[in-house]
């Protein structure tokens, strides 16, 4: 497998979960800014979209959208328990908070890297994120993660996309259900490992 990432951007969040999975994967550098790849290659010529991130599979299929890309990951090995079986309650509720984070904070965050976007604009933005934000940490409250005591890909997920908090200044440091869970996700070797590769951290 292949997986085509950009440092920092939502890539991160497969890119963790492959550690999480220990399954053997190539990391491409995909750049958000210029789109090409360290050979030069026109990245749009392998994603249309031009977005990160793209898994390759063996057989040359590729998939798109960051919480497709983790469930697939998770569902080739059953035994870590990254996700829960397909058909239970458990399963659904991870795919309502996967939906949660990329339509209500993923999407949210997105608009501050857009060129040109208003300060009045951002305000608005910027208060919108905190309300949700402030939703999830009263979900945290008395749990380890998202699901409950077991890490699942949707902590990936949150996990990557509240690291957006700093260049955005959406302020979290009230939110302390929230913050715990930053800690303890920055203590696992996976996100160490992800973020070290991908040159966020020493």
């Known amino acids: 497998m292949k997986l085509y990432y950009s440092p920092g951007a939502c890539s991160l969040s497969p890119h963790i979960v ?8 190539d990391l491409v550098l995909a750049s958000t800014k210029t789109h090409k790849l360290p050979d030069g290659t026109d990245y749009y010529t392998l994603n249309p979209k031009g977005s990160v991130p793209l898994l390759e599979l063996d057989n040359g299929e590729r998939l798109t959208e960051g919480p497709a890309i983790v469930q697939y990951l998770a569902d080739q090995v059953p035994d870590r328990k990254l996700a829960p079986a397909f058909g239970t309650m ?4 991870l795919i309502e908070w996967l939906n949660f984070i990329t339509s209500e904070l ?13 300060d ?6 910027r208060n919108r ?3 949700r934000l402030q939703y999830v940490d009263e979900q945290l409250a008395g749990k380890s993660y998202l699901m409950g005591d077991d890490f699942t890909v ?16 959406v302020d979290i440091s009230d939110l302390a259900n ?3 869970f930053r800690e303890r996700m920055l203590a696992r070797p996976s996100v ?8 966020l951290i020493k």
């Open 18 to 25: 492959l550690h999480e999975a220990g399954l053997p994967c």
């Open 90 to 93: 458990a399963r659904y509720r």
């Open 106 to 118: 993923h999407k949210g965050f997105g608009a501050f890297f857009m060129p040109g976007m208003p």
């Open 120 to 125: 009045e604009a951002k305000a608005l933005y």
């Open 129 to 131: 994120l905190r309300q």
């Open 154 to 169: 949707a902590d990936a997920y949150l996990f990557t996309v509240t690291n957006w908090t700093v260049p955005t200044q």
């Open 178 to 180: 929230l913050q715990a």
């Open 192 to 199: 160490q490992a992800a973020m070290k590769h991908e040159g």
